[in-house]
């Protein structure tokens, strides 16, 4: 099991950037694929970003391929997600997110909390 805490959300306005960071309490933080998802009002949590445990493999969805770029720190146990180019459809509470033993983040079993990112027009 490994806790994850998010961070960085806020208001922002179309077309500005945000930069949610994960931080992870485990050691073992290195040998999980991390990813990100988001979940609207009144709509299914949907997957954002992947990123592998060497960070040498990023998957993302195509509503965000191009603006939003993950990345991590295996020293700092962190994870990072960069919004660039927001419009108000990217409103949601994102989530931070861990498997083990895999590549891509598919059915992981822990979540953080969460963190808010609203954008307004």
């Known amino acids: 099991q490994v806790q994850l805490v998010e961070s960085g959300g806020g208001l922002v306005q179309a077309g500005g950037s945000l930069r949610l960071s994960c931080a992870a309490s485990?050691?073992?933080?290195?040998?999980?694929?991390m990813g990100w998802f988001r979940q609207a009002p009144g709509k299914e949590r949907e997957f954002v970003a992947s990123?592998?445990?060497?960070?040498?493999?990023?998957y993302y969805a195509d509503s965000v391929k191009g603006r939003f770029t993950i990345s991590r720190d295996n020293a700092k146990n962190t994870v990072y997600l960069q919004m660039n180019s927001l419009k108000p459809e990217d409103t949601a509470v994102y989530y931070c997110?861990?498997?083990?033993?895999?590549?891509?983040?598919?059915?992981?079993?822990?979540w953080g909390k969460g963190t808010q990112v609203t954008v307004s027009s």
């Open positions: 990123i592998s445990w060497n960070g040498g493999s990023t």
């Open positions: 997110a861990a498997e083990r033993g895999v590549f891509r983040v598919v059915a992981p079993k822990n």
């Open positions: 485990r050691r073992t933080f290195s040998s999980y694929a």
